[in-house]
């Protein structure tokens, strides 16, 4: 049975009808405005979505100069990325079409640059500065969901019809880590007032797959019995001799978050010096230390750039040879090294002491700020 709209304005009950948007961007605006418009009612308490991007542009290859355009991109209150694309009921492109282009964007999600989403988000959220999504846990977080491929896909429309629905609902029933669902939007007025309806469309239950996918603290132990059950003993082997020679000098090692892939911190007080995770690139488990060389120049003393940390870091016997064998990378913000490379003791001594230098250099400016 249908149900008739209405609203009271000086008593009198003022009847509204379903109006269609006058293009899609009037949807798009009022999503990127209201990201909460998206939430399941089933959400838990506290839950919320976050702007990180108005039409955000993916690369469609590292060589290329193409790229496309995503309508929204987001994260959640838990650091799960989330990619939003909007239509309107009378767009005429296939429903296939539509899925596919949504795919195609998540298939690239692991290659993004989490520095460059963190300033954008707070471009876009400036009131979340210092707050707890602005920390280096948060955005490792992130950085965690986006390397194992552990998105929300969102399809925003005035209608889903039911064939896109039903692609939905097969999506969401068989990637494992990526929840797919519909929300429609839809929009009522009557002279002065506008109404907005959000109704989910497909997808499975959010508490039963947020149970299915409950976060693990990553122990030490818990981190050596995963790279052991993927045949990474070398990974095995530095991650111990990074965690004993932590404890030396005094640096905490901290287990990590995450649903699926293992992951542990390096700190120095509050300060990540580095993050140790494995997870899976094409069919191989990378286990990797990541350098985010931003926050840590925010703490060394002047005279540190951007490329004096990274050669510091990068001073290694097998550094070129690395590098040439892509066990060795840098993007604008991080510097990523395959613990292959440390399992030469060569190389694990010369990390060891860059790290050392580094942590010497921290002590030196907090030294002449405790004195002025």
């Keep these: ?39 399941r009612s089933s959400e838990p308490d506290g839950a919320r979505l976050f702007l990180v991007a108005q039409e955000f542009s993916i690369a469609e290859g590292g060589d290329s100069s193409n790229s496309y355009a995503i309508d929204h991109l987001m994260i959640d209150q838990e650091g799960t990325p989330v990619l939003v694309e909007v239509k309107r009921s009378s767009d005429t492109r296939s429903r296939r079409e539509v899925v596919a282009q949504m795919l195609d964007y998540a298939s690239r999600a692991s290659t993004w640059d989490v520095g460059k989403l963190r300033e954008s988000f707070l471009h876009k959220n400036v009131s979340m500065a210092g707050s707890e999504y602005d920390t280096d846990d948060f955005w490792g977080r992130v950085a965690n969901c986006l390397r194992a491929e552990r998105l929300r896909l969102v399809f925003a429309a005035d209608l889903i019809p039911d064939t896109l629905k039903t692609l939905i609902e097969f999506l969401n029933r068989n990637l494992a880590d990526i929840e797919v669902y519909g929300v429609e939007i839809r929009q009522y007025q009557a002279q002065d007032a506008t109404l907005l309806t959000s109704g989910i469309v497909g997808g499975g239950s959010v508490d039963a797959r947020r149970a299915s996918l409950r ?39 901290q287990p990590g978050q995450g649903t699926k892939f293992p992951s542990f911190l390096i700190k120095r007080g509050q300060l990540r010096i580095l993050t140790a995770s494995s997870w899976v690139r094409g069919n191989r488990h990378v286990c990797t230390l990541e350098f985010c060389i931003r926050d840590l120049l925010e703490h060394l003393p002047d005279g540190w750039s951007d490329e004096r940390l990274r050669a510091t870091l990068t001073d290694l016997p097998g550094a070129n040879a690395a590098r040439m064998s892509k066990l060795l990378w840098d993007t604008p913000h991080y510097l990523y090294i ?4 440390l399992a030469s003791a060569e190389d694990m001594e010369a990390l060891k002491g860059a790290i050392l230098g580094i942590c010497g250099a921290l002590s030196e400016k907090q030294n002449n700020i405790s004195i002025t």
Excluded: T
């Excluded at 009198?12 to 009037?26: D, H, N, T």
């Excluded at 693990?216 to 990074?242: I, N």
């Design 215 to 253: 976060s693990v603290e990553w122990d030490a132990d818990a981190f050596s019995a995963y790279l052991l059950d993927h045949d990474r003993k070398d990974a095995v082997e530095v991650s111990q001799e990074l965690q004993a020679f932590s404890a030396e000098h005094g640096l905490s090692c």
């Design 338 to 341: 395959e613990m292959r490379v």
């Design 1 to 39: 049975m249908g149900s008739n709209l209405y609203y009271v304005k000086d008593g009198r009950a003022v009847e509204m009808s379903e109006q269609p948007y006058s293009e899609e961007k009037v949807l798009q605006d009022i999503i990127a405005q209201n990201p909460n418009i998206l939430l």
